[in-house]
């Protein structure tokens, strides 16, 4: 399988980590990417395209083709999408940011997720230490507000929340910190576009 290296990042910026399956990457990707960008006052954002979610049973599509379509899709100078997880050996979150910290002692990352992860959170490995680590930038979803916002991880960590209207703040501030942002959006998800059968996890043939 191809590697594309690790990513460039000078000391103080602040980096958005984005991860996910992206199986398949899509539109609604990208616009959580660039109004998390706006709205978090980040440097730049890297997508980290994971070799598999602990949390699903069925396996992604082959990576290089994931990498390849994620690529093809989110194409913006601030933006790089990354294969960081398959060269550090991790798996879990709270892993991955381990390693970078320690890759990347000067730089501030801002850990990214939609509102529909932070609804089930608490089931990620060690998740009050993701949130003790870094801070968290929630990016609403359709459907997802309300769950989100009554999750155990929301009541949990509610004194540590960013109001809104200081979002831009959030990318510079002392974990444990996190922000809630409504933002227009856009209605599509990896699931409906393979349950069409627009995107197969076949290996397709070299």
Not at 27 to 54: C, I, Y
Not at 129 to 149: K, L, N, Q, W, Y
Not at 170 to 179: I, M
Request: glycine share 8%.
């Amino acid at each position: 399988m191809e590697r594309y290296g690790i990513p460039y990042a000078r000391p103080g910026q602040v980096v958005g980590l984005f991860g996910g399956s992206f199986d398949p990457p899509h539109q609604g990707h990208v616009h959580v990417t660039l109004e998390a960008m706006k709205s978090f006052g980040l440097d730049r954002v890297w997508w980290l395209v994971s070799p598999g979610n602990p949390l699903k049973e069925r396996g992604p599509a082959p990576m290089d083709r994931r990498m390849a379509a994620a690529r093809n899709v989110m194409q913006h100078p601030r933006v790089e999408v990354t294969d960081i997880e398959a060269l550090t050996g991790t798996r879990a979150t709270a892993d991955t940011l381990t390693a970078l910290q320690r890759l990347y002692p000067q730089v501030r990352f801002v850990w990214l997720m939609g509102a529909d992860n932070l609804a089930q959170f608490h089931r990620w490995k060690d998740w009050r230490g993701i949130m003790d680590s870094v801070p968290v930038g929630v990016v609403a979803r359709p459907g997802d507000r309300i769950s989100a916002r009554m999750s155990r991880a929301a009541r949990v960590y509610a004194k540590y929340r960013i109001d809104g209207q200081a979002r831009h703040l959030l990318g510079r501030a002392q974990a444990p910190a996190w922000c809630f942002v409504n933002v227009p959006m856009v209605d599509v998800s990896s699931t409906e576009i393979r349950t069409r059968g627009e995107w197969r996890a076949e290996v397709l043939p070299e």
